[in-house]
């Protein structure tokens, strides 16, 4: 149980240090391509100055870029401020699609660093859960690390979830390589503390190529059940 | 002195090859590694400047590969990720003739490209 406990929390740190060096890479960039427009904008400048004639759609198209990746570090930091406050109460009630959208857009960059995409469709009924907002996120992000490993040539991890009267069951599907993946691969043990956590289970069906995450939709209660 | 600029921020590297045309050098970009080696195999470039991190493939791969078709092809790398170790690992393991951090300075990356074509 302790082992379990300290490996829960392992995995949670090594999580939150991989998600906010992936943002602080993500904010690097945008700044690199401000940094860049700004360079640009004085070149013009100069390029002024000396006669030439500057065409205004020029400045435009660097205005747009400027104003595009200030959209973007909005995204970005809205991000890791939802991140940060995911640790404020260790309980609570979470809303399922909100989380889901953090979820993808936290492992984006990952994606995309894969060439795979990630097809987030939530149904129109979204279900509140009362859970560990932090450790939801760490074992969505845990099962979409793997799932997009093994996403096989299709190289599309889809993304959906659907509530019952007590749980809520996430599912990932396209996971194509699923069925070359020994069983004993996934869940890890950092799995395996954080369904523990969170009192979730895990199911593989490696022919649909698909992963279930099922909730309690009260983490109290199931905890309170098993014990 | 004809460069490629790979990395996958495409504003990124669509300024920058607007910025480097302005001072005459002829500057291409590409943003993934699949079209950086196309290129390599329909143009001649003298230099190529590569984001330590591009999808699907790391950039020390992309360089091997790059190599491989042109030997005599140079490279500077960029990595946004500023440590002096990562930095030191990872030109010791890619043996980049030079890295740069992001955000570039544009001054330094033109002294670094010239440094290297005249070596």
């Given at each position: 149980?302790?082992?379990?406990?300290?490996?829960?929390?392992?995995?949670?740190?090594q999580?939150?240090?991989?998600?906010?060096?992936?943002?602080?890479?993500?904010?690097k960039?945008?700044?690199?391509i401000?940094n860049?427009?700004?360079?640009?904008?004085?070149?013009?400048?100069?390029?002024?100055e000396?006669?030439?004639?500057?065409?205004?759609?020029?400045?435009?198209?660097?205005?747009?870029?400027?104003?595009?990746?200030?959209?973007?570090a909005?995204?970005?930091?809205?991000?890791l401020?939802?991140?940060?406050?995911?640790?404020d109460?260790f309980?609570?009630?979470?809303?399922i699609?909100?989380?889901?959208?953090?979820?993808v857009?936290?492992?984006?960059?990952?994606?995309?660093?894969?060439?795979?995409?990630l097809?987030?469709?939530?149904?129109?009924?979204?279900?509140?859960?009362?859970?560990?907002?932090?450790h939801?996120?760490?074992?969505?992000?845990?099962?979409?690390d793997?799932?997009?490993?093994?996403?096989?040539?299709?190289?599309?991890?889809?993304?959906?979830?659907?509530?019952?009267?007590?749980?809520?069951k996430?599912?990932?599907?396209?996971?194509?390589?699923?069925?070359?993946?020994?069983?004993?691969?996934?869940?890890?043990?950092?799995?395996?503390?954080?369904?523990?956590?969170?009192?979730a289970?895990?199911?593989?069906?490696?022919?649909k190529g698909?992963?279930?995450?099922?909730?309690?939709?009260?983490?109290?209660?199931?905890?309170?059940?098993?014990? | 002195?004809?460069?490629?600029?790979?990395?996958?921020?495409?504003?990124?590297?669509?300024?920058?090859?607007e910025?480097?045309?302005i001072?005459?050098?002829?500057?291409?970009w590409?943003?993934?590694?699949?079209?950086?080696l196309e290129?390599?195999?329909q143009?001649?470039?003298?230099?190529?400047?590569?984001?330590?991190?591009?999808p699907g493939?790391?950039g020390?791969?992309?360089?091997?590969?790059?190599?491989a078709?042109?030997p005599?092809?140079?490279?500077i790398?960029?990595?946004?990720?500023?440590?002096?170790?990562?930095?030191?690992?990872?030109?010791?393991?890619?043996g980049?003739?030079?890295?740069?951090?992001?955000p570039?300075n544009?001054?330094?990356l033109?002294?670094?490209?010239?440094k290297?074509?005249?070596?």
């Open positions: 149980m302790d082992r379990q406990l300290d490996t829960g929390i392992e995995t949670g740190l999580f939150f240090g991989k998600m906010t060096a992936s943002i602080s890479h993500e904010i960039n945008v700044m690199a401000i860049e427009s700004a360079g640009l904008l004085e070149d013009y400048s100069l390029m002024a000396k006669g030439m004639p500057i065409d205004p759609e020029r400045l435009r198209v660097v205005s747009d870029r400027v104003a595009n990746q200030i959209r973007r909005n995204g970005i930091t809205k991000n401020n939802s991140l940060a406050h995911s640790v109460e309980q609570k009630s979470v809303d699609k909100e989380t889901l959208e953090l979820a857009g936290l492992t984006g960059r990952f994606a995309d660093m894969r060439s795979v995409i097809d987030f469709q939530p149904p129109s009924d979204f279900p509140a859960v009362i859970t560990s907002p932090f939801l996120l760490n074992l969505i992000w845990q099962v979409l793997f799932a997009m490993d093994a996403s096989g040539a299709g190289k599309r991890v889809e993304l959906t979830f659907e509530a019952g009267p007590t749980s809520v996430i599912r990932f599907t396209g996971i194509e390589a699923l069925t070359n993946v020994p069983e004993t691969v996934f869940p890890t043990a950092k799995e395996a503390a954080l369904l523990h956590m969170l009192g289970t895990i199911h593989q069906d490696a022919e698909e992963i279930n995450l099922v909730l309690p939709k009260d983490v109290r209660q199931q905890v309170t059940a098993e014990s | 002195m004809r460069i490629l600029l790979v990395d996958d921020e495409q504003e990124l590297v669509e300024t920058l090859a910025r480097l045309g001072r005459g050098i002829e500057a291409r590409a943003t993934t590694g699949d079209t950086a290129r390599i195999d143009e001649n470039f003298d230099l190529a400047v590569l984001d330590v991190k591009i493939i790391s020390i791969d992309l360089h091997k590969k790059m190599k078709k042109d005599g092809l140079k490279f790398f960029m990595t946004g990720h500023g440590s002096h170790d990562d930095f030191t690992a990872g030109s010791a393991e890619t980049a003739d030079y890295y740069l951090l992001k570039v544009i001054e330094e033109i002294d670094k490209m010239t290297l074509m005249t070596q």
